[in-house]
């Protein structure tokens, strides 16, 4: 089981490189992030999140934990529409907020041997791939809200760090 980085980390700001080479290492990290993933449990999980800062990441909507997907190196080719879903995320725990994204994208990347493929995805698979690449980008979900969402959200955040101690 991999650290997730908790928001509002610096390291959740890198933006991640290029991964160079589809092999063993990467494969490995891949296990480690889905055994990460569900055991949280998530949909989604990129790279950045257990600071690794590599363009991967991936991503299972299936219930029954089977439908497990590696994107590497991933870039939205088309994004159309637009859908608003109440969005977590798995670095800033106990935060639910709307978030408004494309509704319908065409991804392109390659999967774990190193084979490129293009995936047309809606609904809650197009949100959840749009929200792991904004991870990519050193982007967080909460900085797409208003300024005094941020620091409500910031305050709560360290009420609940203090509480934990
Ligand atoms: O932190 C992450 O990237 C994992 C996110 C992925 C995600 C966020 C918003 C909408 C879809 C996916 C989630 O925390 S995984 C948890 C989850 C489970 C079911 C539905 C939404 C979120
Ligand atoms: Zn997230």
Same mark, same amino acid.
């Given at each position: 089981i991999l650290n997730i980085l908790h928001y509002p980390?610096?390291?959740?700001?890198k933006v991640a490189k290029p991964v160079e080479k589809v092999d063993d290492q990467i494969r490995t990290l891949i296990d480690d992030m889905a055994e990460t993933m569900y055991a949280c449990p998530g949909i989604g999980l990129a790279a950045t999140q257990v600071?690794?800062?590599?363009r991967l990441l991936i991503v299972d909507i299936s219930e029954d934990k089977t439908a497990l997907r590696a994107f590497i190196n991933?870039?939205? =080719?088309e994004a159309d529409g637009h859908t608003t879903y109440e969005e977590g995320c798995l670095s800033v725990p106990g935060i639910y907020e709307e978030v408004e994204r494309a509704s319908h994208i065409v991804v392109e990347a390659l999967d774990r041997n190193g084979q490129p493929f293009r995936l047309e995805a809606d609904g809650l698979l197009a949100i959840c791939i749009q929200h792991e690449i904004d991870h990519l980008d050193?982007? =967080?979900?909460?900085?797409?809200?208003s300024r005094l969402k941020q620091s409500r959200i910031l305050n709560k955040l360290k009420k609940n760090q203090r509480k934990n101690m």
């Open positions: 980390d610096e390291r959740l700001h600071d690794v800062h590599l991933p870039r939205i =080719v050193g982007k =967080v979900f909460v900085e797409k809200l």
